[in-house]
């Protein structure tokens, strides 16, 4: 049997709500090849979900309070986890927040409020947690972050958290230029459509799976289970030439230009 990828590894991952969450495939492939981790939990509801789901796999996982909108919730959550492990070799940020009234209709209609609010959790959150992680990551590591293609392309309700994208896509690779000579790589997932409580939240899921369904190039759409795969290689020494680079994993959807010639329409009931 070969070494686990991730045998003696710590890090902290940020950002699972519940099962279904693409962060909870990511640290479920994680633990299975050895990983050490710490979760990070927002409010009490969803540290009472986050505790139940890391004690299906490791019992002594710190659970850390952090609110990335919070001033020095960040920094507090690094002490922490500077004094349970010492130092760490990968960060999972999966946080994203808008106000879901606000991803339905236009984008102009965006107030100031929100707009901010999405920049600062979503975007600028990424910057604050890699300020603070290379500082416990001695010997180099992998940060990762998970976006969508609504960074670069109109996807209908997706709005400003489509911009909000755009920035974190960018700030991926400032940071990866600037912790570079850390040895500390960053880089994003843009992962494909699936059920997730973020994408809830989005208007017309429905139609927007069976779009991508029918015109990826596999003709379906995205598992957990590989995107968690995919998040281990990003984590792991196996993408140890890998940094600033934003890595698809849509059955290939990206790709595409307009509507497959067999793919039937799809009607959406209102």
Not at 55 to 62: A, H, K, L, V
Not at 65 to 92: P, R, S, T, Y
Not at 217 to 233: F, H, Q, T, V
Request: charged residues 20%; glycine residues 8%.
């Amino acid at each position: 049997m070969s070494e686990q990828l991730m045998k003696n590894k710590r890090g902290i991952v940020m950002g699972v709500a519940n099962e279904a969450s693409i962060a909870w495939a990511i640290a479920k492939m994680l633990h299975s090849e050895g990983a050490q981790m710490a979760f990070t939990y927002p409010n009490d509801a969803i540290r009472k979900r986050i505790e139940s789901l890391a004690s299906t796999i490791n019992s002594d996982s710190p659970i850390i309070k952090c609110d990335v909108a919070q001033d020095g919730d960040i920094a507090n959550a690094f002490a922490e986890v500077h004094k349970q492990f010492c130092a760490i070799d990968f960060v999972l940020h999966a946080i994203a927040f808008s106000d879901r009234s606000q991803l339905t209709g236009r984008y102009i209609n965006t107030t100031r409020e929100n707009f901010l609010n999405t920049m600062n959790i979503s975007c600028f959150s990424l910057t604050d947690i890699c300020k603070e992680a290379c500082t416990i990551m001695p010997c180099g590591g992998s940060i990762l972050t998970l976006t969508y293609l609504g960074s670069n392309r109109v996807i209908p309700h997706y709005n400003v958290m489509g911009v909000a994208k755009a920035a974190l896509e960018s700030s991926v690779r400032y940071l990866a230029a600037d912790l570079g000579p850390q040895n500390i790589r960053v880089n994003a997932i843009s992962a494909g459509t699936m059920r997730t409580a973020a994408s809830s939240g989005i208007g017309d899921f429905h139609y927007i799976m069976h779009w991508n369904k029918n015109n990826s190039p596999l003709r379906r759409n995205i598992s957990a289970d590989e995107i968690g795969k995919s998040g281990l290689y990003m984590l792991s020494d196996l993408s140890s030439g890998v940094t600033g680079d934003i890595h698809y994993v849509d059955c290939g959807y990206n790709i595409i230009g307009m509507k497959a010639v067999e793919a039937s329409d799809i009607v959406i009931e209102r």
